[in-house]
């Protein structure tokens, strides 16, 4: 069991540094973490009026959530194809969906009021809203389309088999154009490091954009390593 590692004494600053998404509930609760963020949990939470314990117990159910299991590939290498689907769907799919939204606003609040004294922040603005388009629109497609015909695909012979072989192969190649995208913006933000003066917004951003391009990594892993190549 993982126990949170914050207490109500903890700075607001360190439990967002720790742990990214917690930024996501303290502006909920108008809280700020970045510039106010030099205080201990607590007082800042007075401040607004915000019950303690249930800010506490809010804070721990994102600390669980964010605590990633061990990986063990052996175990999605043995499963069947339903159970690695659902795990697709309900393990990256659902929380993509939930980061990419939470993500887009401080991508373009860091591009507006940063943008002119680092123009990468622009070309990163504009790679993360592609990003996003491609990434939605290609989950939306594989839970529509391809994994229905994956799962019925062992039947499936002729025309209907060359059919599922064409969509497979489109999936690997916006895979590969989302990893490019990827690559271009760990280029451009120097490996996800912000710059000495950064505020926190700043380097909130890179961190999630970084943890962001973690978890596509093993997303696509799991479809193009082990998920595919059984129908391929």
Known sequence: ???MPFTETSLVRDIVNELPK?????KSYRIDF????????AEAAAERNVNMETLMAELAEVYKNSVNEPIDLEVWTNTDSQT???HVIDKYHRP??????MLSPYVTKVARVHGDSHPELIRMHDLFYE?????LEHTAKEEATVFPMLLKLAEAEGAEREE?????QELEKEHDHAGAILKELRDITSDFVPPIDACGTYRLVYKRLEMLEGETFMHVHLENNILFP???
């Open 230 to 232: 059984r129908y391929l």
């Open 164 to 168: 599922m072989m064409k969509e497979i």
């Open 131 to 135: 990003l996003k388009k491609e990434l």
């Open 1 to 3: 069991m993982n126990t």
């Open 34 to 41: 970045c510039c106010g963020g030099n205080r201990p949990v």
């Open 84 to 86: 690695l689907i659902n």
């Open 96 to 101: 993509l969906e939930e980061e990419l939204s």
């Open 22 to 26: 917690s930024s996501d509930l303290f």
